[in-house]
């Protein structure tokens, strides 16, 4: 069953979601045990032009970071460990998700993953939706963690 991780931005953040996600994604390579290859991560964005927004922070976020990613259809989604999709695809990844979609609906294929992110932020829109999220996870027995991110 998938695991599910909510990381919830504390309110004295001067980040937002997208800020966070490219955070939550050098953590996810940066964790990979010693020569293991990191987990592939695919990134739920249905809205094409914060699609492109996080491409381009994902290139520039950080100065001394390398995350090589990019958006399903104009890149080799085989030799690109993390993938930027608009409905899910390619099928064929499984081991992480991280769910940047403002729907209060748990995206359709979530359950194929091993570990579903959630990143929310001061949004209260977005808050609301994870919330309703939250409970769908909750009582469809996902082992779930939250976590406050400064």
Request: hydrophobic fraction near 35%; aromatic fraction near 8%.
């Amino acid at each position: 069953m998938t695991r599910v991780d909510f990381y919830i931005l504390k309110d004295t953040s001067r980040d937002d979601r997208f800020g966070l996600t490219c955070r939550l994604i050098e953590r996810i390579h940066k964790r990979a045990a010693d020569g293991a290859t990191p987990p592939r991560v695919l990134i739920y964005c249905p809205d094409a032009r914060q699609a492109r927004y996080l491409d381009r922070l994902l290139w520039s976020f950080r100065e001394d970071s390398f995350l090589p990613h990019g958006l399903v259809g104009e890149t080799d989604a085989a030799l690109t460990p993390i993938l930027i999709s608009s409905d899910g695809e390619p099928e064929a990844e499984r081991q992480v998700l991280i769910n940047l979609s403002p729907s209060p609906e748990p995206p359709a294929f979530h359950r194929r993953f091993e570990r579903l992110c959630e990143p929310l932020d001061h949004d209260p829109e977005i808050r609301q939706a994870g919330r309703k999220r939250y409970l769908f996870y909750r009582d469809g027995g996902h082992p779930l963690a939250h976590h406050q991110v400064g």
